[in-house]
């Protein structure tokens, strides 16, 4: 595709309940990061892939979150029982390679837990 | 720890009034200084990166500075479009992650 697409854009959920939070990048980039960006807040790391390979995750914010790419292109990040603090705009962003400068992110999913 | 500190918080801005928005930070070695837009509802959209202290980097209206602890985004004769957040981020030489700061609200009056 032309850009990093996300999927829904728009998510709520009840308290409780799981969600999967789609993002397809750039055709043939290697790299793909996830975010967490709170309203009035900078984005804030999650967990970074390098094709398939989960090199980092220390962002994750408990072991409710869940990440994967399988096969090295589309990434599903996964929260189970959802809670309010997981209220966020989730983002995704891809880039060439891990030396590679400039990242291109997709316009993100709005998470709402009610 | 590696940590961005972006000011002022939000900034009021006369068409044609050229100002500048500060990026501090503190990283264990740096691999890369970057600016981003961000627009209301979208994604960051990258703007520059900046690898050196002395480096400068222009795009339009913008121009970004960096030094050992700093970085500056001049804004010459701005524009009603260029309001948006600014986001500075820094990413280090050990790891993946980049740290973004909390952004800097432009909004520019016709």
């Known amino acids: 595709g032309a850009g990093v697409s996300q999927s829904p854009r728009y998510k709520v959920a009840k308290r409780g309940q799981d969600v999967a939070l789609r993002c397809d990048p750039i055709s043939g980039h290697v790299s793909l990061f996830w975010y967490q960006q709170a309203l009035g807040q900078g984005p804030e790391f999650l967990t970074y892939f390098q094709n398939e390979a989960q090199l980092d995750k220390s962002g994750l914010p408990s072991d409710r979150f869940f990440a994967e790419r399988p096969e090295g292109s589309v990434s599903t990040l996964k929260i189970q029982r959802t809670q309010q603090e997981d209220s966020a705009v989730y983002l995704c962003a891809s880039r060439t390679t891990d030396g590679g400068t400039e990242a291109f992110f997709g316009q993100g999913t709005r998470l709402t837990v009610v | ?110």
């Open chain 2, 1 to 110: 720890e590696d940590q961005v500190t972006q000011s002022p918080e939000a900034l009021r801005l006369q068409e044609g009034e050229s100002s500048s928005l500060n990026c501090s930070y503190t990283v264990s070695g740096l691999r890369g200084l970057f600016w981003y837009r961000q627009d209301p509802g979208k994604g960051p959209e990258f703007l520059f990166t900046l690898y050196s202290a002395g480096e400068e980097k222009e795009k339009e209206r913008l121009k970004a500075t960096l030094t050992k602890k700093e970085s500056f985004l001049h804004i010459t004769a701005p524009k009603p479009e260029d309001s948006a957040t600014y986001l500075c981020a820094v990413r280090n030489t050990g790891g993946f992650k980049t740290i973004f700061g909390a952004g800097t609200r432009l909004f520019v009056k016709a």
